[in-house]
């Protein structure tokens, strides 16, 4: 029995001897797998390297360079005849503000909240005037009974039931013919 015992006992020892060097390759292996503690983690974050400024000074500059030379079609110069400028009372007591930009015929300044969008029309295949600003995602729409600016990239109204003088006087004179 004593024998058995002290064959157990070699091939124990044995056994943990070839599985040591494994055993210790494994746990060296699965250290060398942790990341170790990043160093940015502790440090303040870089300031925005210069590249990127360059990038979006160049971006700014191309869009506005686009806006710029943008031409208007002879069809987005008679759609702009029909455009309604000055202010148009909306719903909730708030107002857009619809000027032409002098000197660039076609051309629009749309105003609401505090923000000024420069748009050009857009031609539609139902009559109505659209005058779009695509950098900014955001279109004036005017039909005879009303107008409304709108937030196209997420197709959300952002104010509607506008109505210029012009408009009020038309929706006027077509529910006094109704009555009539």
Request: some cysteine; charged content about 20%.
């Amino acid at each position: 029995m004593k024998h058995r015992t002290t064959l157990l006992s070699m091939a124990a020892a044995a056994a943990f001897a070839v599985a040591s060097p494994m055993a210790l390759a494994q746990a060296a292996d699965t250290k060398a797998a942790k990341p170790a503690a990043k160093p940015a983690e502790t440090a303040k974050k870089a300031p925005v390297s210069q590249s990127r400024k360059e990038l979006k000074s160049e971006a700014k500059g191309l869009a506005l360079a686009t806006e710029t030379v943008e031409s208007i079609s002879q069809a987005q110069l008679d759609i702009a005849s029909r455009v309604l400028t000055g202010k148009a009372d909306c719903e909730f007591n708030q107002q857009v503000d619809v000027a032409p930009v002098e000197g660039r015929p076609g051309f629009f300044k749309v105003g609401y909240k505090g923000a000024s969008y420069t748009m050009v029309p857009q031609e539609t295949t139902t009559g109505a005037v659209r005058l779009e600003d695509r950098r900014a995602g955001v279109m004036w729409l005017q039909i005879p009974s009303k107008s409304m600016l709108m937030n196209s990239k997420i197709g959300q109204r952002m104010v509607d039931s506008c109505m210029h003088a012009e408009q009020r006087a038309a929706m006027n004179a077509v529910s006094g013919a109704r009555s009539n």
